[in-house]
């Protein structure tokens, strides 16, 4: 018997699935013939005749490139073509598919649902490409569903690129929480497990101490906010003052902070229209822009004039806790907390959270860190960005951060080379860095930082970072490979820092299939730096048996380099003058560095000389391959200008 396709063309499309913990059971009825199906829970065997085992072998059929192609397998938000010879009902049983993500193409696309019914005015479409009136189901003829119903196969139309999201309704028995409620009173009110919704609206200076097992949901358009607004003003020699602001929380030193920015270490903010301004240390310094704290007598000054324009002050110290595990949150904009550096403004500090999911949320203009989470916690698809220290920040076991947008934090100034940029992890095992976009951050990109094993990054985009785009220092064995690393460290290339990916004393690291691009006004390529860090707890670290092979290296103009340096103390264990030339050079010598760069490709702007090799500046391969390494490398002035468009790595993520 023949079964012949009849039915327009769709296009492939990807998928997220969000964490799902609970179990569906969902009959799925189909009919005699061609049917548009789809898989509403996840199972153990995807197989499409273990999960319909009276299909037809040799008819399921997705699309690819406007191509039909034959499956053996069934992907969660995905629709498929699947011939039955006799009508029937297939009884599913798994765990929930509670939300979507789905990557959408031009034109047709052909999706589903996950386990539960979702209107169709219900489907998230951040980019708006969504055709209006341009979905359709498939019962034997063409119809336009309301809803998208469990196990069946839909086909949607766009008018570009982008992603939609399918979510389910909250757990039945979650207990919604309006504006003006006192969130932490009731969720101390209720059991370890329960969902609360928080209401679409503001929701001002909440502070919450979750539970175990509690889950967080915000309503489109839900906001955790941790300032007051200002309503009233006075002026006085020139500038305007709030009086009666009384609030002061906790604050460290001013050594975290870059010169000209000592009044980082205080928590409190000033926000005119969501930016934030900088604060000065006394009244004589106040000017457009800036803010000062008068403490001793309760007022905030600042120069610009507030009318017409929102003024907001951090109060509250901290949006969620971390004495809890098994904690979801999702769908929130969690913003303006006053966090002291280092905590963050969702997870705190020590102890960090066990077992977290954040998952779509966006958090921004915290002062401290937006994110800290502890072992076994996911972060993913949120948009974390402008915080005032870091972006998200780590310690513990198998963490996976993926699919997030991390951009222009640190705000204010506090010192990078002690803390501050995009991310900081220390003390983990097992942490996966996957598909972030990471952007504009004042510090590194991506920065693993103290006694990190088994850690992978694949798949970044670390762009326009001010320091290096993946630096992995003092730690161990890391594999950095199918990353975009570009124009990071700028204005920070001195010897080999701001290089788009660094080892700074580390060892056993692999770099591997990574595209990198040095900017025309500066920044260094791959490199590789060892100098005294004596530690007595965990012994001396040294950078060793590194690896770095099969990378294409593009230097868009004069400056920038790629190789090893050394910074060792003459007098130290970490000294050696191994061909007399009074430069430090155990990183490049010593029969225990075993250090290699093999296999590359290097794309000059017409100046080749582009090798450090302890103390030797731009050498040329030729120098650079007469020390052992690339033997197999390649070099040739073949340089193509990428493609700047900006990734978007989730829904809300803008990929800017």
């Not at 004042?442 to 990190?452: C, H, I, K, V």
């Not at 950095?480 to 290089?499: K, T």
Request: glycine share 10%; aromatic share 14%; proline share 4%.
């Amino acid at each position: 018997m023949k079964y012949i396709l009849f039915l327009p063309l769709v296009l492939f499309l990807s998928y997220t699935m969000a964490d799902n913990r609970d179990e569906c059971e969902i009959s799925v009825s189909y009919q005699g013939g061609w049917n548009l199906i789809s898989l509403p829970v996840e199972v153990e065997d995807n197989n499409y005749q273990s999960v319909f085992p009276n299909s037809v072998p040799g008819t399921l059929y997705s699309f690819t490139d406007n191509v039909y192609s034959w499956e053996t397998e069934i992907n969660y938000g995905q629709g498929y073509w699947l011939f039955f010879n006799l009508e029937g009902t297939e009884v599913l049983t798994g765990e929930c598919v509670s939300s979507l993500t789905i990557s959408m193409n031009e034109g047709w696309n052909m999706i589903s649902a996950g386990s539960y019914s979702v209107d169709i005015s219900d489907i998230g479409d951040p980019g708006g490409i969504i055709i209006e009136n341009a979905v359709f189901g498939f019962d034997g003829n063409y119809f336009t569903p309301t809803t998208l119903e469990p196990g069946w196969g839909y086909w949607l139309r766009t008018n570009s690129t982008g992603f939609m999201t399918i979510g389910s309704e909250p757990p039945e028995g979650a207990i919604e929480i309006f504006p003006g409620d006192d969130i932490n009173s009731i969720v101390d009110n209720n059991p370890e497990g329960t969902t609360f919704i928080i209401k679409s609206g503001i929701h001002r200076m909440q502070e919450i101490w979750p539970k175990n097992g509690n889950t967080f949901w915000g309503e489109s358009g839900a906001i955790l906010n941790g300032s007051k607004e200002l309503t009233e003003f006075e002026q006085e020699g020139g500038l305007y003052y709030a009086p009666n602001q009384t609030q002061e929380g906790w604050y460290p030193s001013s050594d975290i902070c870059l010169e000209g920015w000592e009044r980082c270490n205080r928590p409190e903010d000033l926000f005119f229209d969501n930016e934030p301004l900088r604060h000065v240390t006394s009244l004589e310094d106040v000017a457009t822009g800036k803010w000062f704290f008068d403490y001793d007598n309760d007022k905030i000054y600042f120069a610009d004039d507030p009318v017409g324009h929102v003024i907001e002050t951090s109060i509250t110290n901290m949006a969620i806790h971390n004495f809890a595990a098994d904690v979801t949150i999702k769908n929130l904009l969690i913003e303006k907390y006053a966090v002291a550096i280092p905590a963050g403004a969702v997870g705190c500090c020590e102890p960090e959270p066990v077992n977290w999911l954040l998952e779509n949320n966006e958090i921004r203009l915290n002062h401290g860190a937006g994110v800290v989470v502890g072992p076994e916690s996911i972060v993913t698809q949120n948009y974390i960005h402008h915080n005032g220290h870091l972006g998200i920040a780590g310690i513990g076991n198998n963490i996976l951060v993926e699919a997030n947008e991390i951009s222009y934090n640190n705000y204010t100034h506090a010192d990078f080379g002690i803390e501050g940029g995009g991310t900081k992890f220390s003390n983990t095992d097992g942490i996966e860095i996957i598909g972030n976009y990471s952007h504009h951050n004042l510090g590194p990109g991506l920065w693993t930082d103290y006694e990190n094993y088994n850690v992978v990054y694949d798949g970044n985009w670390v762009w326009w970072n001010y320091q290096m785009g993946i630096s992995h220092e003092v730690s161990h064995n890391v594999i950095i490979r199918n990353n975009d690393v570009r124009y990071n460290g700028i204005n920070d290339d001195a010897w080999l820092w701001g290089s788009q990916i660094l080892i700074h004393v580390s060892d056993e690291a692999e770099i591997y299939d990574n595209t990198v691009y040095i900017h025309a006004e500066g920044g260094n390529g791959i490199g590789i730096i060892n100098y005294n860090r004596a530690d007595s707890i965990n012994g001396d670290w040294y950078s060793k048996d590194n690896t770095v092979h099969d990378n294409e290296i593009t230097y868009l103009g004069m400056h920038g380099a790629s190789g090893i340096g050394d910074g060792g103390e003459e007098g130290t264990d970490y000294y050696m003058d191994y061909n007399n030339d009074s430069l430090p050079d155990w990183g490049c010598y010593s029969e225990s560095a075993n250090n290699l760069f093999d296999y590359n490709i290097y794309h000059h702007n017409g100046i080749p000389e582009k090798f450090e090799f302890c103390g030797w500046s731009y050498l040329s391969l030729e120098q650079f391959q007469f020390e052992g390494h690339e033997i197999h490398g390649t070099m040739d002035s073949n340089v193509i200008v990428p493609d700047d468009t900006p990734p978007q790595v989730c829904p809300i993520c803008p990929g800017i």
